[in-house]
């Protein structure tokens, strides 16, 4: 019977989308860049030497998706014949965030525009900041202004510990941030905390208020592994939605659960790295009921490397995930399908520290469907693919393929 397994390789964009100078974001290209850079050997550290080398992606068809994206033929990764059924997705949703991202690919693009604070100092409004000062009994905050999460930590931790302030700050996706330090201020204090600031955001139509616990001391602070995001529940009849009132199993691995606000999300399974939720990939998929879903996200990409804008890292960081492949294909039942995907770009040789506005790569693995293009998708079409594929009923938008 058929299963389908849906991959977000979080941030893996393949080329600027037609409207990325609206964002700030011409010439941005994820996986075109990185390529590039290894080509180069501006990638030879830390381990890793010589050229991009992700043989299991690129046999289903990335460098002719990307090609297909940027118009750019990038080294030998699109001289192959592919394997699998490939493409490339557009987003529709207003945004470049997360939430929009993974909405989309459901099958239920952002129906609104994401509320987003300015880029001042303070950038948050004042009655926003009293509200929060009320609620989690605070007698101030820290920062109040666009930052990058791990400099931002370095440059108030210190006055964080000794006043106790939360650390307050955004960027320029739909996100209010919240770090604290685990022991000092507390983890539950800070979910707490986050939890009702979520409430406060709604009227802003603010996408997701994020929980950014930290541990260490000055000069070596670092975050912990217990994000959590507080998300905007996402429209009606997303494929999740579908799938879970008809019945199915539905598994979610990494931050669906929080990125859906725990909306029909079924197991919800969570990791600490890329490699911990590959690992749960592959505990899970035995056991994945006739009919069912499997929705994973593998963030190290985009919270390790893309935000970081290390080249180099995010380079090892594809390399690894694209050498366990064997594994999970050794799992797949003769009527699986895998689909690869991203939910935005995040070029880490780019300006600034945000996610870039591109184009994502669609590559699908089956046995099922003859390989061969797909063409540009909208982001949706992937959700109502899987819809059909599984005789669910349809998605509100996307064209499915087949």
Known sequence: MARVILIVLDSFGCGEAADAPEYGDKGADTFGHIAEYCALGRCDERGRRGALFLPHLTALGLGHAAKASSGI????????TPTGMWGYGIEESRGKDTPSGHWEIVGTPVPFKWGYFPHKIPCFPDELIQNMLKIGHLGGMLANCHASGTQVIDEFGEEHMRTGFPICYTSVDSVLQIAAHEQIFGLQRLYDLCKLTRRLCDSYNIGRVIARPFVGNTGDFHRTANRKDFAMPPPANTLLELAVTQGREVITIGKIGDIFAHRFTGT??????????????LASLPHLADCGLIFANFVDFDTEFGHRRDVSGYAACLEAFDARLPELYALLQPDDVVIFTADHGNDPTFKGTDHTRE?????VKSTVFEPGPIGARGMADIGQFVCKYLKLPATPYGISWI
């Open 268 to 281: 919800e399974k969570k990791g600490a790295s890329n490699d911990e939720h590959f690992d749960i990939l």
């Open 359 to 363: 184009h994502v790569p669609i590559l």
């Open 73 to 80: 033929h990038r080294l030998d990764f699109a001289d192959n």
